[in-house]
């Protein structure tokens, strides 16, 4: 089973609707992450989690919330779709315990498109 | 400021040869980590290898291994012996002492030629 999940993978949306990706992860980690990945932007960072009572925003926040429900998941809510948020949306997960070698693991990535 | 920069977006390789994807990093700290990702046309992200600023060897992970030059502030990603799975994106990312953040490159897209 793969470590970090996904649901769901792939989506189909309209303008001003709410929707909710979710991550789960088994490996323990404290850190999850939420990044978005357009085609020649590399990947952005949206929000990240240190614990459960620590979320911070990313460098592209506006229009998203999220919520740590627990040290094992982290969604992701578009409060209100528009188009110019489709995109391919990666979960990654690290522990904060491995210093410089702190690497991050992700989930298989959500595509998303809003019409 | 604090970059990474990936300078090939495309590269062919003929099966079974070497190819070594490029990556250059600017920055003034002495301490940080970097780290190649692959990603498929599947789309998941896939750690590869990863080379701290104060290892002394090159790290090899099988057929993955990087060339690391810290005063030319490069960390190549050469892979051996091509396959046809190799083809995919290869991404360059760093991260700093301290910080949780990742600066991630543009990424490389190699494809693998039978």
């Known amino acids: 089973d793969a470590d970090v999940t996904q649901t769901p993978r792939n989506r189909i949306t309209k303008t001003g609707k709410r929707i909710m990706l979710e991550c789960s992860q088994t490996?323990?980690?404290?850190?999850m992450y939420w990044y978005r990945q357009d085609p020649g932007l590399g990947l952005r960072l949206i929000y990240y989690?240190?614990?459960?009572?620590?979320?911070n925003k990313g460098e592209i926040s506006d229009g998203y919330s999220v919520s740590r429900q627990a040290q094992a998941k982290f969604s992701l809510s578009l409060e209100s779709a528009i188009p110019n948020q489709t995109a391919l949306y990666f979960c990654?997960?690290?522990?904060?315990?491995?210093?410089?070698?702190?690497?991050?693991?992700f989930g298989p990535g959500t595509r998303l498109l809003v019409l | 400021a604090q970059k990474i920069t990936q300078t090939q977006p495309g590269m062919f390789v003929q099966e079974k040869e070497a190819v070594t994807l490029d990556c250059t990093y600017d920055t003034s700290d002495q301490s940080y980590g970097l780290f190649w990702y692959k990603q498929p046309s599947s789309g998941e992200m896939i750690f590869l290898i990863y080379?701290?600023?104060?290892?002394?060897q090159n790290a090899t992970e099988g057929r993955y291994s990087l060339n690391f030059q810290k005063a030319r502030k490069s960390a190549n990603l050469v892979i051996s012996a091509s396959q046809l799975g190799d083809s995919a994106m290869y991404f360059c990312?760093?991260?700093?002492?301290?910080?949780?953040?990742?600066?991630f490159g543009t990424g490389t897209r190699l494809k693998v030629l039978a």
């Open positions: 990312a760093m991260k700093f002492s301290g910080t949780y953040k990742y600066i």
């Open positions: 080379q701290g600023s104060y290892d002394e």
């Open positions: 990654a997960t690290s522990d904060s315990g491995q210093g410089l070698q702190e690497t991050q693991y």
């Open positions: 989690s240190f614990d459960v009572k620590d979320i």
């Open positions: 490996k323990g980690h404290d850190r």
